[in-house]
């Protein structure tokens, strides 16, 4: 018979407590314990960052590259809402939930960064504003719209308790829903414009160190490509989890719905491949290219197997509707493009005058890092288990 298509969502009913679970657990609880040495004995005790390098794994990964990878929220969004691609929406709530956990998770690493982490609140507080500061503009546009994220959420969880709470929570949940039901269009489109500022902003950050990064880095238009690769990794990040969340879950893989989407992969890689290879002509710079260092090499490793690889992959029909290679292709622009284009930026490329030594992160920051990811996959799982997140399950008739 012929499947019958649900396009109601529902909780995911799969036992929690897997082998994979318990390793995440052990992960979280080893990078709770070196947090909490982070906290007790204070930053120095813990990370390699010193005055030379004041920004290290903790924001070139937890910050940076989760701010880009929680891009498919913004990405999903203003193709489902705003540009009318309803045959998607199949995708939009895992990706929402997706931006959600990667936001609040970016605040939690950033607090572990900062030396005054009790002083996070400073930029909500309108006397201590600096409108001159990229930093500012990064960090309020984060802070609304992880607001935004929250907010838009709201459904969702009526969708689940309404009818099965106590009446005044009842009540709540249902004038807040109403409320949403006729304004949530412009959360949806704040949202997409927050994004795309705070996306460029963290360039700009790396811009007024122009004597201190790699000339294969650094350019002026560095806001434009930070952008630019958010935005392209929006649905390979979708594509990512609609699969590992299958695989998971022991769920059909929707692919009706991510080999279309894959197909817009491409030209978005495409683009950001075009803007830095004219930049980079432009500024004349190619000569660093085989200088033979570490920098030349991360920077074909980046524009090779993160770019130019899985665009070409993408390109092909064959490889788009078999799901292991859309899952690699999509891995490898992650992982070899975005991650490691901010991993560069951040601190390969980084360069500090008359510096000492090179930074390497610790032990410690690495496992904080990891503590922070497993906790998210943590929450992803129990998001999915309680709340309607994922499509209902195709049955046949």
């Given at each position: 018979m012929t499947p019958v298509r649900h396009s109601v969502a529902e909780p995911v009913a799969k036992k929690f407590f897997t082998p994979g679970v318990k390793v995440l657990l052990t992960l979280f609880g080893l990078g709770v314990l070196f947090g909490l040495y982070r906290f007790i004995f204070g930053l120095g005790s813990i990370t390699h960052l010193n005055n030379q390098y004041p920004l290290?794994?903790?924001?070139?990964v937890d910050v940076a590259t989760?701010?880009?990878?929680?891009?498919?929220?913004?990405?999903?969004?203003?193709?489902?809402?705003?540009?009318?691609?309803?045959?998607y929406s199949i995708i939009g709530r895992p990706a929402h939930l997706t931006a959600m956990l990667g936001y609040?998770?970016?605040?939690?690493?950033?607090?572990?960064?900062?030396?005054?982490?009790?002083?996070?609140?400073?930029?909500?507080?309108?006397?201590?504003?600096?409108?001159?500061?990229?930093?500012?503009?990064?960090?309020?546009?984060?802070?609304?719209?992880?607001?935004?994220?929250?907010?838009e959420f709201i459904p969702i969880v009526a969708e689940r308790f309404i009818g099965n709470s106590p009446k005044w929570i009842d009540g709540i949940l249902r004038f807040l829903n109403r409320i949403l039901g006729k304004v949530m269009w412009f959360f949806l489109i704040f949202g997409v414009v927050l994004s795309c500022l705070h996306q460029s902003s963290l360039g700009t950050l790396m811009v007024i160190a122009?004597?201190?990064?790699?000339?294969?880095?650094?350019?002026?238009?560095?806001p434009l490509l930070f952008l630019l690769s958010a935005i392209g990794v929006g649905f390979p990040m979708v594509i990512f989890e609609g699969i590992w969340a299958a695989k998971s879950f022991g769920r059909k893989i929707e692919m009706d719905v991510l080999e279309p989407l894959a197909r817009m992969i491409s030209p978005f890689i495409g683009l950001y491949f075009f803007v830095r290879i004219?930049?980079?002509?432009?500024?004349?710079?190619?000569?660093?290219?085989?200088?033979?260092?570490?920098?030349?090499f991360m920077f074909i490793l980046e524009m090779g197997l993160g770019g130019l690889v899985p665009m070409v992959m993408l390109f092909s029909d064959r490889l788009r509707k078999s799901p292991k290679w859309l899952f690699i292709a999509s891995t490898m622009y992650i992982v070899f493009g975005v991650l490691l284009n901010r991993v560069n930026v951040f601190f390969i490329a980084y360069q500090p005058a008359y510096k000492v030594s090179q930074y390497i992160p610790s032990i410690g920051e690495f496992m904080i890092t990891i503590g922070l990811i497993s906790a998210l996959l943590l929450c992803y799982r129990i998001f999915v288990t309680v709340f309607p997140i994922l499509p209902a399950e195709r049955k046949t008739a």
């Open positions: 290290g794994l903790w924001i070139g989760g701010v880009a990878l929680a891009g498919g929220g913004f990405t999903t969004a203003a193709l489902i809402h705003i540009f009318y691609r309803g045959k609040t998770f970016v605040a939690f690493g950033l607090m572990i960064d900062l030396g005054r982490w009790y002083n996070i609140w400073h930029p909500a507080w309108p006397a201590m504003w600096n409108g001159n500061s990229a930093l500012f503009e990064v960090g309020i546009c984060v802070m609304l719209y992880l607001t935004v994220l929250y907010i122009p004597y201190k990064i790699h000339p294969l880095w650094y350019t002026q238009i560095l004219i930049d980079i002509t432009v500024r004349e710079v190619w000569h660093y290219v085989l200088e033979g260092s570490l920098q030349s």
